[in-house]
């Protein structure tokens, strides 16, 4: 369901001093550092980003890019969360750690990087398991994010954020497969158009080449701000297997094969309390295949939508796919929290093995 509410603006309300800015609550040093981005989406969308407070858990390669993102974009305060160490296996997919970081917890080795991209940033490093949180932890956050972790607690995360209007987003990365879900429950948001009005300038009496510079300066100088409101889906609704009862073999087709592998992956950690390792190739990828069959079975669809050769495809983690995934994390990180331009709702799928990326919105009314 959307809203939708109109107002103007001009193209003299972007050239804002750096007085104006700082009246608004940014500093001069802020000015300078964040320039680029308050002429992309404005004073207000940096306003808003310098009071957010974000917390991202996970720091595989996915978790890396995205704090990377977000540190750079210059919210108030970023919390990094994770409760494993870098190993010599994981180190190659991470580029935040120092080279001798082997032995260290990963929320500890990729602080001191972070903190030299933006020291203006509040930055916190946390070697805990999320999933030991009391309810009242998330309450310090405006956004959290889960990467790379077990199905039951991005499902029990996700009901502490909606019960407590804390927008969520998770993803994860499944060799050569992405993908990232947002729940933001009902969320406010505008999107910016030019309004292109020269109707009255044609048809005035003036010469040509007059018209001609007025109609430029109308259609350069004013913009539509469209208001709208979208209320999203939780996790559970979006992984149930009846968010897909009902849908013919056509619409099937149209899911990106991502979802089902995300399906089979996520059932394989709740099993296994992990994700497929590489070490553990040949039984895994058995268990992955009857873990395929059990929940297509009780999804009511037939296995030729996830063939068999899925399984050589999705263990360990590509860094182009988590460099891919994690942009697109992080740019809806920004959205939900600057209220600006219309976020995915509610998955981002890539498949790197046909190399496409594709947003859809799955998940049952509730």
């Known amino acids: 369901m959307h809203e939708e509410k109109k107002c103007l603006q001009t ?20 000015v300078a550092v964040y320039d680029r981005q308050i002429r992309l989406w404005g004073v207000e969308s940096q306003r808003r980003l310098r009071k957010s407070r974000i917390l991202i858990c996970g720091l595989s390669g996915l978790g ?26 994981n ?24 903190h030299e991209m933006n020291p203006m940033v509040d930055l916190h490093a946390y070697n805990e398991d999320i999933s030991s949180k009391p309810e009242s932890f ?16 991005q499902l029990k995360v996700n009901e502490i954020c909606h019960k407590k209007n804390i927008k969520f987003l998770s993803g994860c990365v499944f060799g050569h497969y992405g993908y990232m879900f947002s729940d933001l429950g009902k969320h406010h948001f505008v999107e910016e158009k030019v309004r292109v009005d020269t109707g009255s300038v044609k048809k ?24 709208k409101a979208i209320e999203f889906k939780n996790f559970q609704s979006a992984v149930s297997p009846k968010a ?4 013919s073999l056509k619409q099937l087709k149209s899911i990106s094969k991502t979802y089902f592998v995300m399906q089979v992956m996520l059932e394989f950690s709740m099993a296994k309390g992990r994700f497929p390792r590489v070490e553990h190739k040949g039984k895994d990828w058995k268990d992955l295949l009857d873990i395929r069959d059990s929940i297509f079975e009780e999804m009511q669809i037939d296995n030729d939508m996830l063939p068999d050769e899925f399984v050589s495809h999705c263990i360990g983690e590509v860094t182009a796919v988590s460099c891919i995934v994690g942009g697109i994390l992080a ?26 990326g594709l947003v859809d919105n799955i998940g049952t009314d509730w």
Do not use: W
Request: charged share 30%; hydrophobic share 35%.
């Open 138 to 153: 998330f309450e310090n956050f405006d956004v959290v994010c889960l990467l790379d972790q077990r199905k039951d607690v």
């Open 91 to 114: 180190r190659r997919e991470l580029f935040l750690p120092s080279k001798n970081s082997i032995g260290q917890n990963k929320a500890d080795a990729v602080y001191p990087r972070l």
């Open 244 to 247: 897909i009862h009902g849908l």
């Open 64 to 89: 890396n890019e995205v704090s990377k993102n977000i540190i750079l974009a210059g919210v108030q305060h970023l919390t990094v969360m994770d409760n494993t160490e870098v190993t010599k296996e």
């Open 11 to 30: 193209a003299e309300d972007d050239n804002v001093s750096k007085l104006g800015v700082t009246e608004q609550g940014l500093t001069e040093e802020e």
């Open 331 to 356: 740019q809806e990180i920004i959205k939900a929290v600057s209220g600006r331009d219309s976020p995915h709702n509610n998955f981002f799928f890539y498949d790197g093995v046909d190399s496409t």
């Open 204 to 227: 005035s009496n003036e010469p040509a080449a007059k018209r001609q510079k007025l109609e430029s300066r109308a259609d350069e100088d004013v913009h539509e701000m469209v208001h």
